[in-house]
């Protein structure tokens, strides 16, 4: 496929777009886009999407299989929850796994342990260390969110994926399929009729099945911390792969970092700590067909993790250089937003992200915008916590 065919959206740097172009030279490879939210990954960059025939690459569903986002209104007062921030937020933080290879610290029994899918390796290995973190949100970019939209209505927003299961069974299949170390490399890809490639696909679907029930049970509970009910649910994996049909071919699109964005169906799109999210809807166009109906996953970084935060060692704490955004600077932005924080290190700052509004313009006419999200209280991860599982 000729670099002239991949859809971009955006402005990128030139190490992310040609990530892309190599990714969409691949002989399978039918249709490419580059969303405007985009910036280099591992082998595939975040916001790349990639329509396969025949062939699945788990390069580019990436180690945080099925990570995704799910937003639920409630029939929660505004009031009450504005007037109470503090308390919810210290709940949440208290109730909830934030941070490395924890365990939940309450017990989630889901049917999906059922499945036949666990006993494929790794799936076999790895079913006990499942079931201990099922529910768990991580560290990294992941979150839990109280939001309020333009008519004062309150909304829950989450972001975190498959946890440990995702990246064992990611790393077990790029080891065995010869997937080759490094950022610039040829993603690793697999025709979908070989034992290795049919496995695969098995497991996906059921990391995917795993971080839906994951991301459902931290919404519900929650909820029962604001006292709420759940009036509406939008939920997406945005690292995960769908079998499709694009100009009338049954493809499978691969979305790393990347909204599905059929024409009326809803997506839960989060900016930044100190930003807006948003609730919106694909609609029908040429260029959303182009796009093969796809859209962004989040507001895109503008700085890397360690630019921003500075260089540590993880064992010793000790921050060996620096970073461009302190706490102060941090704090300042979120009090200026009146946002109610808990966790979070300075890598996760808004300073580190493009602006949601802006970003979402370049994908005019794909997407229209439902609802505008602001953020009353955000929970993440404490500082200098390195998260192998995030996305």
Known sequence: MESRDIVHFGVHEEATVRQIERSASHEAVVGATLCADGHKGY?????????????ISP??????????NKAVLTDALS???RANIRTIMDDVWKT????VGLNNSERVDHPLFDDETWKIQPMKSIKQMAQNQLGTIGSGNHYVDIFEDEQERIWIGVHFGSRGLGHKTATH????GGAKDGMDVDPLVLPVDTPLGEDYLQC????GRYAYAGRDWVCERVARILGAAILEEVHNHHNFAWKEQHQGRDVWVVRKGATPAFPGQKGFVGGSMGDISVILEGVDSVQSK??????VHGAG???SRTEARGKIDYKTREVKSPGKVSREMMNAWIRAQGVELRGAGTDESPHCYKRLPEVLGYHEGTVRILHMLKPLGVAMAGENEFDPYKD
Do not use: N, Q
Request: hydrophobic letters at 55%; a negative charge.
């Open 43 to 55: 082998a595939v960059p975040i916001g790349g999407v990639l329509a396969y025939e025949d062939h």
């Open 96 to 99: 909830l796994s934030f941070g």
């Open 59 to 68: 390069s580019g569903v990436g180690f945080d299989i099925a990570c995704g």
């Open 79 to 81: 009031a009450d929850v």
């Open 204 to 207: 996906m679907a059921l990391a």
């Open 301 to 303: 970084r503008v700085m």
């Open 290 to 295: 182009a796009a093969l109906y796809s859209t």
């Open 173 to 176: 299949f790029l080891k065995t």
